[in-house]
């Protein structure tokens, strides 16, 4: 639906249902994007979030109250958007903690996410299983870590977003605060 740094969205489905993998733009151009395609949103099982950058959360907290879609991260990233506006009334019977490396189902899809390099307090990929196929997905890769680098390899298909530049980000003309690793941790 949305990739890059005005938002990031992507939708996978089996026919019958599907997921959302972030949910950077707003809900209601979500809904448009899906209308288009000829998804109902009442289809949507879940939003899978890679981290707290608003270009990845901008649209959770209306999709959890409207359409009381749940929203699936790890502990450590749902607590650094507990501390953004984007949560302000998620419902926690919404809120899906997921521990990382280890696999969940949802929607038909075996998940299981994974630690990714970024600047955020922590960041995820997902390697989700659709039936004999391995999809893997990861945002705002600067580099490929060793954490990521097995779910990489193993994958028949692979979605990478790529517009983090840890050499631009410091030397650039960005704030100190952006550049400071302590202030993101």
Not at 29 to 45: F, H, P, V
Not at 129 to 135: G, W
Request: aromatic content about 10%; charged content about 15%; proline content about 4%.
């Amino acid at each position: 639906m949305s990739s890059g740094s005005s938002g990031n969205c992507y939708y996978l489905g089996n026919g019958f249902q599907g997921i959302l993998i972030d949910a950077g733009i707003s809900a209601g151009s979500i809904r448009k994007y899906l209308k288009i395609k000829g998804i109902s949103i009442q289809t949507i099982m879940g939003v899978l979030v890679t981290h707290n950058h608003i270009d990845h959360i901008r649209g959770i907290e209306v999709l959890a109250r409207r359409n009381f879609i749940p929203v699936f991260t790890s502990e450590m990233v749902w607590n650094s958007i507990l501390n953004s506006s984007q949560s302000n009334n998620i419902s926690v019977d919404c809120i899906r903690k997921i521990p990382l490396q280890q696999k969940f189902h949802l929607a038909g899809f075996e998940i299981e996410a994974f630690p990714v390099c970024h600047d955020a307090p922590e960041t995820l990929g997902y390697h989700i299983t659709i039936e004999t196929q391995k999809l893997t997905i990861v945002t705002d890769l600067g580099h490929i870590c060793e954490t990521s680098a097995p779910y990489i390899k193993a994958a028949n298909f692979l979605v990478i977003e790529s517009n983090y530049d840890e050499q631009m980000l410091m030397n650039g003309s960005y704030p100190y605060y952006l550049k400071n690793p302590d202030t993101v941790r």
